[in-house]
């Protein structure tokens, strides 16, 4: 039986937590919009760790056969924002200081957190 958008999401959320991700929220947006399901949001310590992180996103993305369908990088070192869009769910890995700046939980308030202290 194949996994559900929301089993991958979650399961990306540990992934980032096992890789030192802090603060990592999972949020159900399905209800918010037509273009994604699922916002993982994460803050990283570092741009190094935002690039393993992503290694980390894209090698799932193989193994459960989710499309990669755009990353992109806030700056080109990577360290404030790396965004990655599997379809249904997106990925956001940020640095403190982004993350408190745009305040993506806030934005988004109406949506499920699923996990999370939002």
Known sequence: MSKTFEEKALEIAALMED?????????????????????????VSSGVQSQGMLKAVK????????EIH??????????????IDLG?????????EARNFYELEK???????LKGNS
């Open 19 to 43: 890789s030192k991700g802090q603060n990592v929220t999972v949020l159900d947006i399905s209800q918010l919009n037509s273009w994604t399901d699922f916002f993982v949001i994460v803050t």
């Open 88 to 96: 249904s769910i997106v990925v956001h890995l940020m640095s403190e």
């Open 107 to 113: 934005l988004w308030h109406a949506g499920k957190v």
């Open 59 to 66: 090698d799932y993305a193989k193994e459960n056969d989710l």
């Open 70 to 83: 755009l990353t992109h990088q806030k700056t080109e070192q990577g360290e404030d924002w790396n965004l």
